[in-house]
Every structure is written in C-alpha cells, then in structure tokens.
T-cell receptor, first 113, second 113 residues
C-alpha cells in the first residue's frame, strides 16, 4: 500500500505570496489532517477533513485554509505569507477505527524569505 | 501541545535502556500514541495504548496509567539508529466525537557509542 504522499517537498516563497500544498492519503483513508512543525512549537494542528468536510480546526489565522476532494486528496493554502510561516507542513491520514494512528507524509518544507 | 509534557532531551549509550515519560491532561482521553521522528523525516507510528498496562513490541514497550495521566516509552538495547525525536500524542474526544490528536513537543534521544 502506498503511503501518504505530499508535494512539493520543498518550496521557497517571498512574503506576501500565497502557496498551495497537496496531499494524497493512503488508499481507503478518508480522514486527512494537516500539521505545522517548527523547532520552537513542535507539531501544531491546523485542520482535519473527512469526506470533504472540515471536522476540526486549530488556532491558526484565516490565511490558512484547506479543502478535500471526493477522492480524499487534500490541499492546504496559505495566503499573504509571513516569515513566521516558514515550517515543515505535514499531512497525515488515518482509518476510521478508534485505534487508527495517524500516518504521516514526508512533509513540505516551506521557506518564506 | 500545552497539555502534554515530555522531557526535551535524553542521552544514553548504545545497548542501554531509556525511558521517556509523558504526562497529559485531557477530559476526553481516547488513546495515547507514540511516534518516532528522525531529523528531516516524517513521524512514524510506534505504539498505541488505550487501557492501563504495558504493551510490548520488540525492543520498544509503552505503558499507560489513565488515572495518573501518565505514559512512558521504554527503548531497550539502544542502537545508534534510535537517535531521534519521540513524540507523545493523545487522542481527545472532548472537542468532538471524532477525536483530535494533541502532540507533545517531543523528546530528543541521543544515543552515544
């Protein structure tokens, strides 16, 4: 079974620009979550989608948004980029059983200059 | 996650044992997960506990006490490749019935020869 796939692996953007990151979950997984990871803050929850609906949202500004498609693939968008948005963005999918763990992709390393 | 505490760093020698503690506070506990993350890579799932007691998986074991809000991950016969960050994560049903994962900041384990 293929794992969670994220594209691109690396991105360099300048302040004020916007960016779209993509995530393909493990086949059969309908839940996709997004996390931001920085050295100082650790893994911070952004949002979770299930069957194209946002089920949960973390404490991030409205510049961070996401969506999920009917094939469970997900995208997240960050508009008006700030220097502080530089981070590793991780996508994770999981099954529906209560003990299903999150399965992470390799992440997208975003650098904002 | 502000409700999950784990030590920042631990150092141990090859062949030794290391115990990584994790304490948490949540009103809707529904499982505790341990992840391993090597530098520059995605977190990978190690273990899951939802009932009190010890779960053993080869060189790795994880323990849970729900009444104390406490878990530990035990790494035995340490190998150099075990040098990584270990993340404690709690699934919390308090916010919604689907369950949100909250992560600790991670414990960096350094294995020395």
């Amino acid at each position: 079974k293929a794992g969670v796939t994220q594209t691109p692996r690396y991105l360099i953007k300048t302040r004020g620009q916007q960016v779209t990151l993509s995530c393909s979950p493990i086949s059969g997984h309908r839940s996709v979550s997004w996390y931001q990871q920085t050295p100082g803050q650790g893994l911070q929850f952004l949002f979770e989608y299930f069957s194209e609906t946002q089920r949960n949202k973390g404490n991030f500004p409205g510049r961070f948004s996401g969506r999920q498609f009917s094939n469970s693939r997900s995208e997240m968008n960050v508009s008006t980029l700030e220097l502080g948005d530089s981070a590793l963005y991780l996508c994770a999918s999981r099954g529906t059983a209560g003990n299903s763990p999150l399965h992470f992709g390799n992440g997208t390393r975003l650098t904002v200059t | 996650g502000q409700n999950i505490d784990q030590p920042t760093e631990m150092t141990a020698t090859e062949g030794a044992i290391v115990q990584i503690n994790c304490t948490y506070q949540t009103s809707g506990f529904n499982g505790l997960f341990w992840y391993q993350q090597h530098a520059g890579e995605a977190p990978t799932f190690l273990s899951y506990n939802v009932l009190d007691g010890l779960e053993e998986k080869g060189r790795f074991s994880s323990f849970l006490s729900r009444s104390k809000g406490y878990s530990y991950l035990l790494l035995k016969e340490l190998q150099m490749k075990d040098s990584a960050s270990y993340l404690c994560a709690v699934r919390d049903l308090a916010t919604d019935s689907w369950g949100k994962f909250q992560f600790g900041a991670g414990t960096q384990v350094v294995v020395t020869p």
